[in-house]
C-alpha cells in the first residue's frame, strides 16, 4: 500500500520515496505526494529526481491494486526497487485542479440535484445533474458561485465510518461514483456551511482561494441531465 500525503495535505508538493515495484513504464512507490487519476480529477504529473542525480518526467497517476499508487514515467531503464527517488509535483496544475475541484463543490450545492457526472480540467470543468423541471440560468450561477468564494469559507477533512454514512445517504450526491466500501472510514469534505460530502480528491483550504470563476455553459445531455461548465473569469 502507497502511503498518500495527498490525502491529508494536498499542499505538500515533495517528498522522498522508495520505489517497491517496476512494470514496464509504471512504477509504484511506498509514498507519494501523486493523486492518482479518480473522481473525475486527473492524474498528477511531475518530476522525480533519481539518485544519480538525473531526472525523469512522471506523465500520469493512476490507482493500482490493494491501495497501490502507480506512476507513469517517460523512462523507466533506470529505475529499480529499493532506489530512493525525490519527488516534485507540477504544482501550478495541481493548485488549478484543486481550485477547479473545489468550485465544483460549491456548483453542487447551489443546485439541489443528482450529480450523474463530472470531470475536472486545468481549464474549465463541469458537473452533470439529473435535473428534472429545473430550469438554469448561468448568471445566476456566477453570481452563486462568486459570492460563496468571496465569502472565503474554511475547507476541512472530515471521516464518517460506514455505518454513519449508510444512516444519511443523503450527503452522496454523486450518483455515478459512489465512496469505496470495506476500506476503512470514509473521507468527508467540509465546506463550512456550503457542502458536506464523501470525496477522495484534492482540495484547498478556503474557496477563496479559487478566485474569480463564471458559469460559461449550460447545455442539455439527454432529457433529464444538464451539464453545467465553469471557466476561469479572466
Ligand atoms: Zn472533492
Not at 460563496?148 to 460506514?162: F, K, Y
Amino acid at each position: 500500500m502507497t502511503d498518500a500525503v495527498f490525502q491529508q495535505d494536498a499542499y505538500q508538493t515533495e517528498t522522498d520515496a522508495t520505489i517497491t515495484a517496476v512494470d514496464g513504464d509504471w512504477v509504484i512507490t511506498d509514498k507519494t505526494v501523486f493523486y492518482p487519476r479518480g473522481g473525475g480529477q486527473p492524474g498528477d504529473t511531475g518530476t522525480w529526481r533519481l539518485p544519480n542525480g538525473e531526472t525523469v518526467r512522471v506523465l500520469d497517476t493512476r490507482k493500482g491494486e490493494g491501495g497501490q499508487i502507480r506512476h507513469q514515467v517517460e523512462r523507466a531503464n533506470d529505475l529499480a526497487p529499493g532506489q530512493s527517488i525525490a519527488m516534485k509535483l507540477d504544482w501550478d496544475r495541481r493548485y488549478r485542479l484543486m481550485r477547479m475541484h473545489t468550485c465544483l463543490h460549491l456548483l453542487s450545492a447551489l443546485i439541489p440535484c443528482g450529480v450523474t457526472g463530472g470531470d475536472v480540467g486545468e481549464d474549465k470543468s463541469r458537473l452533470d445533474f439529473d435535473i428534472g423541471d429545473l430550469v438554469l440560468d448561468a448568471e445566476a450561477l456566477t453570481e452563486g458561485l462568486q459570492r460563496l468564494i468571496a465569502e472565503d469559507h474554511p475547507v476541512s477533512i472530515e471521516t464518517l465510518t460506514e455505518a454513519e454514512l449508510d444512516q444519511q445517504p443523503e450527503l452522496i450526491k454523486t450518483m455515478s461514483v459512489r465512496p469505496p466500501r470495506g476500506v476503512g472510514d470514509i473521507r468527508m469534505i467540509r465546506v463550512d456551511g456550503v457542502d458536506y460530502q464523501p470525496c477522495g480528491g484534492t482540495h484547498i483550504r478556503h474557496t477563496g482561494e479559487i478566485g474569480a470563476m463564471r458559469v460559461s455553459d449550460i447545455r442539455s445531455k439527454g432529457a433529464r441531465n444538464k451539464r453545467v461548465v465553469i471557466t476561469w473569469d479572466a
